[in-house]
């Protein structure tokens, strides 16, 4: 299957279950809502394009289960966007809202979710989106 996230082709790295980034990918594709994207991209959101504003939360809900580190890419205006490095495999769950969009994924700035869930409304949709995707893998598992 062809995926059409950044990194698909070389994302192989497996969890203790087995399951790659493209897996997980399969599984958060039922799991993104309105509801688990950033409020100021609410308005965009569709099924159609299902990973807008949800970077963040799946960055680092991709480091729980990998490690590695999640990094930004400066959007400008205050927005980053996110994705994993995990020793050399670096991918992105959500690039597809670029819709063809090339991003530069080199020299790139760490992210720390300390920050990023300082702002309550973020650690409450990364809470609802690991709740889901808990949900999904006893389905599967």
């Known amino acids: 299957m062809n995926y059409r996230f950044y990194g698909w082709e070389r994302a192989d790295i497996r969890d203790e279950r087995g399951l790659t980034p493209r897996d997980y990918y399969d599984l958060l594709e039922n799991i993104w809502t309105k509801d688990t994207c950033a409020p100021r991209f609410r308005i965009d959101w569709s099924e159609d394009n299902k990973t807008l504003g949800q970077c963040s939360i799946t960055a680092f809900a991709m480091q729980d ?4 580190k999640v990094y930004g890419i400066d959007r400008g205006g205050g927005t980053v966007h996110c994705f994993n490095d995990v020793d050399g495999c670096v991918f992105d769950l959500t690039s597809e809202q670029f819709k063809g ?3 530069d994924y080199t020299d790139c700035f760490e992210q720390l979710r ?3 869930f300082a702002k309550e409304e973020k650690r409450q949709r990364y809470e609802l989106l690991k709740e889901r995707l808990k949900k999904e893998l006893a389905k599967k598992c």
Do not use: P, Q, R
């Open 65 to 68: 289960i990998y490690g590695g």
């Open 101 to 103: 969009e090339k991003l």
């Open 114 to 116: 300390e920050v990023h």
